[in-house]
Every structure is written in C-alpha cells, then in structure tokens.
Nanobody
Framework: QVQLVESGGGLVQAGDSLTLSCGAS?????????MGWFREAPGKDREIIAA????????YYGDSFEGRFTISRNNAKNMVYLQMNSLKPEDAAVYYC????????????????????WGQGTQVTVSS
C-alpha cells in the first residue's frame, strides 16, 4: 500500500474548472501503479470517475464523466491529476485518489475493489 495525498479541492461556481492533484507521501513512487479518481457525495456510494494505467496510455471514464473530466499523470513528478470542467452543483462531493498496487499495471482499473490505497479525500463544493 501507498499513502496518497489529494489537493486542489475547494469552493467554485457552476461552470468553473478545477484541477485536483494526487501525490504520494513519504517518497513513495506511484508511477508504476494504475491510479484512479473517485468521488463520494452525501448519501451516495463512492463512484469511479476515471482511471489511468501506469504510463497514461490507457484510460477509463465512468458514466457521464468522459468529455468533462480528464485524468492524466506525470510520472516524472510522481503525480496524478483530475481536470474538471463545466462544474455543476451536483459535482459537489469528496474526491478521492486511489492506487491499485496489486494488479497488472498496464490496464486502467475500473473496479473500486481492486484499489488498495486511498487518499484522505478533498472536498469540492460547487455553488449555483
């Protein structure tokens, strides 16, 4: 497992863009792992937004996210990003970064249950 730290959340207005960042603490390298972004809104299950394989060549987007959200990574900086555009009030949630350290690194991991390392989450609030 690795310790992940998200940043970049905050309060924005509807229609704004926001970029979330995810890195590892303690000098852990995440560049060899598939990574994912999830979100959890009050009263709802945690849902996958996007996933990316180890080198960024394979990505996956959950329903309704492709086109508005973009996952990317910079392995030289040991970082993973989530670019969010045209934010809506219903996008308000706690956003989590996750790593799948025990699966084949060449694929984008779709299932929440294959991720074994999670960050503490960062809150995104969207005002109308």
């Amino acid at each position: 497992q690795v310790q992940l730290v998200e940043s970049g959340g905050g309060l924005v207005q509807a229609g704004d863009s926001l970029t979330l960042s995810c890195g590892a603490s303690g000098g852990t390298l995440i560049r060899e792992f598939p990574m994912g972004w999830f979100r959890e809104a009050p009263g709802k299950d945690r849902e996958i937004i996007a996933a990316i394989n180890w080198n960024g060549e394979s990505t996956y987007y959950g329903d309704s996210f492709e086109g508005r959200f973009t996952i990317s990574r910079n392995n030289a900086k040991n970082m993973v990003y989530l670019q969010m555009n045209s934010l809506k009030p219903e996008d308000a949630a706690v956003y989590y970064c996750a790593a799948a350290t025990r699966v084949l690194a060449t694929r984008a991991v779709k299932s929440r249950h294959e991720y074994d390392s999670w960050g503490q989450g960062t809150q995104v609030t969207v005002s109308s």
